[in-house]
């Protein structure tokens, strides 16, 4: 009865997750495949004519190297932002959303506990979000022999593990919204609020030193400060990204076990 | 709280959603081994006392026991016991019937494929097609399904009868009386009167938020007001029907009488007897003229 719930949930999603599988893989393999294109000579002077605001702003790091293009492009923006709709996507669904429909009525009047439910579907998520993760790692990989992509399994795997981590702590943020409230709407608003405050708050730290401390608070600053694909796993910035998932998931679980069910 | 245990019992039930009143202190006791009818018109609290029991909602204040457990306490422990319809029962309608009801039963630790199958032919469900292919009343039957498969303690069934063409209502009380025959309880809502006759042994009249009264089926039947129209080949005269016992509101037009009939009806098929009937209807009063009739009688009461 325990895996019951989320072998379920995640056996519903399949398709849905296969979908997102597919496209960032192919997002993955197609920017890596450009690689070579973009270490030119040519790519180099214009990389160097960019004002340096914008560079820090995108998180663009020196694009001629493997892994400043990577963390640039897959895990600079298209992937962090793919996964993170992803996993707000599926963080609203799992309670507000099933909620709404009327779905989670049915699946409450049975033997299991909202606690046990939530958490269940918290690890569907993170079961998801590391089919992505894993997926980015492959893709990479798989084409970084014939781009000339001088990385390891290692270094994408760490870098992999920071977007999991960040996919975690928006979903999480989410699925505790849509806990605590029921709303789907404000599951997915609040999701995205706090997902493009972290990604603002880590573009304009550097452009001041007043701003420095917007990296502490920012969640996105948490994922891409450590540079992952350089440095491998930064423990204490995943550190910070899964413990804001736990008290996310912990602040609804409360407010979930207290309320009300909706019609 | 009563020593012994009642199937559900609550006490001062009070619900209410923000500043809106659902329930105003239901008091009810269901016995073990009952078929309870709970009837009320739309809006009368029904839905919300049902999950209550279930511990989907909490209550503001009162006191709830179901199978002697507090649902907001031992709600995984009593839900095993349960069997539940929802009111508007939504499930993934991409899974077939079969999934789902494996799903569930999977829930609750297993439930032989044989019970499921047995109960599915006696439908006529089809579980191998998809849920969003199915019609409300094959949906319903889904439902049906997953509340009797586990043969739980306590059947708690809001509005069950819902989109059944009369055969499988028949089928669904068949079920019920099984349950009942093998001592489980049946706690079932409806507004519909006469279904609750045909199922229940008791009925609980709730109306905006209270328990109105409590009667055996048939007390409930004798007090059930009718409305008769009667076609006759001639036309007739309205004191002929006015004095007869239990008969009220009489109305002629022409050669049709219109009249209520609170009680038996003998007297006025006896005296109907005596002419020529071409077409007589009668229809079963709507649950406010009950109310209205329990009410009036009440007040009769307390002014004696």
Same mark, same amino acid.
């Given at each position: 009865?325990?895996?019951?719930?989320?072998?379920?949930?995640?056996?519903?999603?399949?398709?849905?997750?296969?979908?997102?599988?597919?496209?960032? =893989?192919?997002?993955?393999?197609?920017?890596?495949?450009?690689?070579?294109?973009?270490?030119?000579?040519?790519?180099?002077?214009?990389?160097?004519?960019?004002?340096?605001?914008?560079?820090?702003?995108?998180?663009?790091? @020196?694009?001629?190297?493997?892994?400043?293009?990577?963390?640039?492009?897959?895990?600079?923006?298209?992937?962090?932002?793919?996964?993170?709709?992803?996993?707000?996507?599926?963080?609203?669904?799992?309670?507000?959303?099933?909620?709404?429909?009327?779905?989670?009525?049915?699946?409450?009047?049975?033997?299991?506990?909202?606690?046990?439910?939530?958490?269940?579907?918290?690890?569907?998520?993170?079961?998801?979000?590391?089919?992505?993760?894993?997926?980015?790692?492959?893709?990479?990989?798989?084409?970084?022999?014939?781009?000339?992509?001088?990385?390891?399994?290692?270094?994408?795997?760490?870098?992999?593990?920071?977007?999991?981590?960040?996919?975690?702590?928006?979903?999480?943020?989410?699925? +505790?919204?849509?806990?605590?409230?029921?709303?789907?709407?404000?599951?997915?608003?609040?999701?995205?609020?706090?997902?493009?405050?972290s990604w603002m708050a880590n573009a304009l730290a550097p452009q001041a030193?007043?701003?420095?401390?917007?990296?502490?608070?920012?969640?996105?600053?948490?994922?891409?400060?450590?540079?992952?694909?350089?440095?491998?796993?930064?423990?204490?910035?995943?550190?910070?990204?899964?413990?804001?998932?736990?008290?996310?998931?912990?602040?609804?679980?409360?407010?979930?076990?207290?309320?009300?069910?909706?019609? | 709280?009563?020593?012994?245990? +009642?199937?559900?019992?609550?006490?001062?039930?009070?619900?209410?959603?923000?500043?809106?009143?659902?329930?105003?202190?239901?008091?009810?006791?269901?016995?073990?081994?009952?078929?309870?009818?709970?009837?009320?018109?739309?809006?009368?609290?029904?839905?919300?006392?049902?999950?209550?029991?279930? @511990?989907?909602?909490?209550?503001?204040?009162?006191?709830?026991?179901?199978?002697?457990?507090?649902?907001?306490?031992?709600?995984?422990?009593?839900?095993?016991?349960?069997?539940?319809?929802?009111?508007?029962?939504?499930?993934?309608?991409?899974?077939?019937?079969?999934?789902?009801?494996?799903?569930?039963?999977?829930?609750?630790?297993?439930?032989?494929?044989?019970?499921?199958?047995?109960?599915?032919?006696?439908?006529?469900?089809?579980?191998?097609?998809?849920?969003?292919?199915?019609?409300?009343?094959?949906?319903?039957?889904?439902?049906?399904?997953?509340?009797?498969?586990?043969?739980?303690?306590?059947?708690?069934? @809001?509005?069950?009868?819902?989109?059944?063409?009369?055969?499988?209502?028949?089928?669904?009380?068949?079920?019920?009386?099984?349950?009942?025959?093998?001592?489980?309880?049946?706690?079932?809502?409806?507004?519909?009167?006469?279904?609750?006759?045909?199922?229940? @042994?008791?009925?609980?009249?709730?109306?905006?938020?209270?328990?109105?009264?409590?009667?055996?089926?048939?007390?409930?039947?004798?007090?059930?007001?009718?409305?008769?129209?009667?076609?006759?080949?001639?036309?007739?005269?309205?004191?002929?029907?006015?004095?007869?016992?239990?008969?009220?509101?009489?109305?002629?037009?022409?050669?049709?009488?219109?009249?209520?009939?609170?009680?038996?009806?003998?007297?006025?098929?006896?005296?109907?007897?005596?002419?020529?009937?071409?077409?007589?209807?009668?229809?079963? =009063?709507?649950?406010?003229?009950?109310?209205?009739?329990?009410?009036?009688?009440?007040?009769?009461?307390?002014?004696?």
């Amino acid at each position: 009865m325990s895996r019951e719930v989320w072998s379920q949930t995640l056996y519903q999603q399949r398709r849905a997750l296969l979908g997102w599988v597919l496209g960032i =893989a192919g997002v993955s393999v197609m920017y890596a495949g450009f690689y070579p294109a973009v270490s030119a000579p040519e790519f180099t002077e214009a990389y160097a004519s960019m004002p340096s605001g914008v560079v820090e702003a995108f998180g663009m790091q @020196d694009l001629t190297t493997a892994a400043g293009y990577l963390g640039s492009t897959v895990y600079g923006i298209l992937g962090p932002v793919l996964v993170m709709v992803f996993a707000i996507g599926w963080g609203a669904r799992f309670i507000a959303g099933d909620e709404q429909s009327g779905v989670l009525d049915l699946l409450l009047a049975h033997p299991v506990s909202r606690p046990s439910v939530l958490l269940q579907r918290t690890l569907t998520l993170v079961l998801g979000l590391l089919a992505l993760g894993i997926t980015v790692v492959v893709a990479v990989f798989l084409v970084s022999g014939p781009a000339d992509l001088d990385l390891g399994v290692g270094q994408l795997a760490a870098a992999s593990l920071h977007l999991v981590a960040l996919g975690l702590a928006m979903g999480a943020v989410t699925l +505790a919204i849509g806990a605590a409230t029921g709303s789907k709407a404000a599951a997915i608003g609040g999701g995205a609020v706090v997902a493009v405050l972290s990604w603002m708050a880590n573009a304009l730290a550097p452009q001041a030193e007043a701003l420095s401390w917007l990296t502490d608070v920012s969640p996105f600053a948490w994922y891409a400060q450590g540079q992952p694909l350089v440095s491998g796993v930064q423990w204490g910035d995943v550190g910070l990204l899964v413990g804001l998932a736990a008290v996310a998931v912990a602040v609804g679980l409360a407010l979930f076990r207290r309320r009300d069910l909706m019609v | 709280m009563t020593t012994t245990t +009642a199937a559900i019992e609550t006490r001062g039930l009070v619900k209410s959603y923000g500043r809106t009143p659902a329930l105003l202190g239901l008091d009810m006791r269901v016995e073990t081994g009952e078929v309870y009818g709970f009837l009320g018109p739309n809006g009368a609290g029904k839905t919300t006392t049902i999950r209550i029991l279930l @511990d989907l909602i909490r209550p503001t204040a009162g006191q709830v026991r179901v199978l002697g457990v507090d649902p907001a306490r031992d709600g995984v422990e009593l839900r095993r016991r349960i069997g539940y319809l929802p009111g508007d029962f939504v499930a993934d309608g991409r899974q077939t019937g079969r999934q789902l009801v494996e799903h569930l039963g999977y829930l609750r630790g297993g439930v032989p494929r044989q019970r499921v199958d047995e109960l599915a032919e006696r439908l006529a469900l089809d579980l191998s097609r998809p849920i969003k292919a199915l019609s409300r009343g094959n949906r319903q039957k889904v439902g049906l399904v997953q509340a009797f498969m586990h043969d739980p303690e306590l059947l708690v069934l @809001d509005e069950p009868t819902t989109g059944l063409d009369p055969l499988m209502q028949q089928t669904f009380l068949e079920l019920v009386r099984e349950a009942t025959a093998a001592g489980r309880t049946v706690f079932m809502s409806s507004h519909v009167l006469s279904e609750v006759q045909r199922g229940a @042994d008791r009925a609980g009249l709730v109306r905006a938020g209270e328990l109105v009264t409590v009667e055996s089926v048939e007390s409930l039947r004798e007090r059930a007001p009718r409305r008769v129209e009667a076609q006759l080949a001639t036309p007739l005269q309205a004191d002929e029907f006015a004095a007869l016992p239990d008969v009220r509101d009489v109305r002629v037009d022409g050669a049709v009488l219109h009249c209520r009939v609170d009680g038996s009806p003998d007297a006025l098929v006896k005296a109907l007897a005596r002419h020529t009937v071409l077409d007589l209807v009668v229809d079963e =009063a709507d649950l406010e003229e009950i109310f209205l009739g329990y009410y009036s009688q009440k007040e009769h009461v307390d002014v004696a």
